[in-house]
């Protein structure tokens, strides 16, 4: 992975005026998914904790029994995963650390406990070894127009060497390195022949699928550290530790990235 920091597009929904205050113009998605997040790299141990709030509409017809999201840093946990099976030995765990990311906490709204309702589940190849798609039976099951509310605290290892994501030395692109939701296709949407969750595993050749999204994002880095990312930042402030916490909103966008690097 090369050393450079990419300019990624800003939120397309806001205007930053001269007077620095953002207008939020007509919404480009039906904002069907949303995240909020506080993020905190610790270079030490290559890892970003996190914990997060989101929501998924259900603007189906149906009646949905469970949510699937997508944990898509455990391709890199071992050389049993889909994607590494399928690269053809071109991920070479000989010369990187192994990536994963750990629930530590799955709850409802109303503080109900999720995690004894989670299971990871392999829908493409049967791969019990594969722990990148995860589904969760809900207590009660979403009925149209319902929201479902989840808040999940989770710990992210960053592998190293590795494309599309990870770190090399003093430098992190992280990606796909939160609990992300699969995108829940009805019957006549692209082609569904019923209501189900397009969650797939993370393949070596495919794309990553999901709803455009808002995100809220607070990412604490070491001061030094210059972070870039695909929002708008709305703050960046030194705290206590020598850190400091960059706040940054984006809209309408399929996934948020960002990187950190003290160069």
């Avoid at 992975?1 to 001269?18: E, G, P, Y």
């Avoid at 995240?35 to 030490?44: G, M, T």
């Avoid at 503080?111 to 594969?130: A, K, V, W, Y």
Wanted: proline share 5%; net charge neutral; aromatic share 12%.
């Amino acid at each position: 992975m090369k050393k450079f920091l990419i300019i990624l597009s800003v939120c397309m929904t806001c205007v930053n005026t001269a007077n620095g205050q953002i207008i939020n113009k007509t919404p480009l998605s039906i904002r069907q998914t949303g995240y909020k997040i506080d993020a905190k790299l610790d270079p030490s141990l290559k890892t970003v904790s996190g914990n997060m709030e989101a929501f998924w509409v259900n603007k189906s017809t149906d009646i949905v029994p469970d949510i699937q999201l997508h944990l898509y840093m455990n391709a890199f946990k071992s050389k049993n995963s889909t994607l590494y099976r399928e690269s053809g030995g071109r991920l070479d765990y000989k010369d990187s650390d192994n990536g994963w990311i750990d629930i530590k906490s799955f709850t409802c709204r109303d503080g109900t406990d999720l995690i004894p309702r989670m299971q990871f589940i392999s829908p493409d190849d049967g791969n019990l070894s594969d722990q990148t798609v995860l589904k969760v039976m809900l207590p009660e099951p979403a009925l149209p127009g319902d929201t479902v509310f989840i808040k999940v605290s989770f710990e992210t290892k960053l592998p190293s060497k590795i494309m599309r994501t990870g770190y090399t030395d003093d430098y992190y692109f992280v990606g796909q390195w939160f609990p992300k939701f699969g995108v829940y296709e009805y019957a006549g949407m692209r082609y569904a022949t019923k209501g189900g969750w397009n969650c797939h595993q993370f393949h070596a050749h495919s794309e990553f699928y999901s709803n455009h999204s808002v995100y809220d994002v607070k990412i604490t880095v070491p001061k030094e550290y210059i972070v870039g990312t695909g929002g708008l930042t709305l703050e960046e402030k030194e705290i206590d530790g020598g850190k400091k916490t960059v706040t940054t909103r984006a809209e309408d966008i399929v996934d948020f990235a960002w990187t950190a690097w003290p160069g």
